[in-house]
Nanobody, 128 residues
Framework: VQLQASGGGLVQTGGSLRLSCVLS????????VGWFRQAPGKEREAVSG????????YYAEAAKGRFTIARDNAKNAVYLQMTNLNPEDTAVYYC??????????????????????WGRGTQVTVSS
C-alpha cells in the first residue's frame, strides 16, 4: 500500500493549485481521507477531510470558501482544489487515511490522531 500526495508548487497570491492524493494497493473510497499541512516552525494542522463514500466533509476555517475536497474513484484519488491562495497557505501538505472500520469525518473537527497512514508531503509556496 502506498499513498502519494502531489500537485504542490509555487504560485502567486490569488493563484490556485490542485493537490492529488492517490492510493496504490487498496481502494481509497473505503476510507476517510484527510488533508493536513505544516508550515515551518508550526504544528501540523487539519485542512480538510472527506468520509468514505463521500458521506461527510470537513473544512478548517481557513479553508472554507476557498478549498474544495473531492473524490475521483475512477482514479482512486482524493483532490484538494485550492483557490485564492495567500502566503499563509505556504506549507507542506500531507494526505492521510483513517483505516478504522466505520470511521467518518465530523464537520467540526479532524483530529490528526484519527489518521494512521500518512503519505509524503507536497510543498505549496505562495509568494506575495
Amino acid at each position: 500500500v502506498q499513498l502519494q500526495a502531489s500537485g504542490g508548487g509555487l504560485v502567486q497570491t490569488g493563484g490556485s493549485l490542485r493537490l492529488s492524493c492517490v492510493l496504490s494497493g487498496d481502494i481509497l473510497d473505503y476510507y476517510s481521507v484527510g488533508w493536513f499541512r505544516q508550515a515551518p516552525g508550526k504544528e501540523r494542522e487539519a485542512v480538510s477531510g472527506i468520509s468514505s463514500h463521500d458521506s461527510h466533509r470537513y473544512y478548517a476555517e481557513a479553508a472554507k470558501g476557498r478549498f474544495t475536497i473531492a473524490r475521483d474513484n475512477a482514479k482512486n484519488a482524493v483532490y484538494l482544489q485550492m483557490t485564492n491562495l495567500n502566503p499563509e497557505d505556504t506549507a507542506v501538505y500531507y494526505c492521510a487515511i483513517d483505516y478504522r472500520v466505520g470511521a467518518t469525518v465530523a464537520p467540526d473537527a479532524l483530529p490528526l490522531q484519527n489518521f494512521q497512514y500518512w503519505g509524503r508531503g507536497t510543498q505549496v509556496t505562495v509568494s506575495s
